[in-house]
T-cell receptor
Framework: GAGVSQSPRYKVAKRGQDVALRCDPI?????LFWYQQALGQGPEFLTY????????KSGLPSDRFFAERPEGSVSTLKIQRTQQEDSAVYLC???????????FGQGTRLTVV | KNEVEQSPQNLTAQEGEFITINCSYS?????LHWLQQHPGGGIVSLFM???GKKKHGRLIATINIQEKHSSLHITASHPRDSAVYIC???????????FGTGTSLTVIP
């Protein structure tokens, strides 16, 4: 596709369930970012990849959150044992080069019930 | 400390009004993004600016690098413009975006 694609668009999970959110960046994009946006708030940084290397994971809120990008393209954000406070929109962005133009996905809205 | 500040937080306008949303940032940036987020959560990238002004339809975005300030203008506003508008600054180190908390716009017919 022409843009950053995230799936699923919507996910409802029962508390305690594990979820996996996928981000397909634009082909060839080196940098990939994950953000979490709680209702009524601006997005908050979670983690950053350059190719397959996770250079910054300082924003991951707990060890229940894990992100990977094993081949330097598609990335998966995994949340284990989901809690209600994990309910948010998870946003992915990618850019072709460091400090290059960035493109945003549509986000995945996660609701934990 | 917020690296990106947006104003106003909430804005209600009558259809047809000219709308301005402001964004100030305190970090060094490579580019400034304006995003539109609809109630379902989906985000659309409206503009990416590193200097000057861009126009797309009824939307205009400007940036003043010296003053570290950007504005998003909507001319002849329409109810379908109702959404949250978010300003995001891409850091000049390339490894971070800083987001404003968004401006919730409601355009009344």
């Amino acid at each position: 596709g022409a843009g950053v694609s995230q799936s699923p668009r919507y996910k409802v999970a029962k508390r305690g369930q594990d979820v996996a959110l996928r981000c397909d960046p634009i082909s060839g994009h080196v940098s990939l970012f994950w953000y979490q946006q709680a209702l009524g708030q601006g997005p908050e940084f979670l983690t950053y990849f350059q190719n397959e290397a996770q250079l910054d994971k300082s924003g991951l809120p707990s060890d229940r959150f894990f992100a990977e990008r094993p081949e330097g393209s598609v990335s998966t954000l995994k949340i284990q044992r989901t809690q209600q406070e994990d309910s948010a929109v998870y946003l992915c962005a990618s850019s072709s080069i460091l400090r290059g133009p960035a493109f945003f996905g549509q986000g995945t809205r996660l609701t934990v019930v | 400390k917020n690296e990106v500040e947006q104003s106003p937080q909430n804005l209600t306008a009558q259809e047809g009004e000219f709308i301005t949303i402001n964004c100030s940032y305190s970090v060094g940036i490579s580019a400034l993004h304006w995003l539109q987020q609809h109630p379902g959560g989906g985000i659309v990238s409206l503009f990416m600016l590193s200097s000057g002004k861009k126009k797309h339809g009824r939307l205009i975005a400007t940036i003043n690098i010296q003053e570290k300030h950007s504005s998003l203008h909507i001319t002849a506003s329409h109810p379908r413009d109702s959404a949250v508008y978010i300003c995001a600054a891409g850091s000049n180190t390339g490894n971070q975006f800083y987001f404003g908390t968004g401006t919730s716009l409601t355009v009344i017919p």
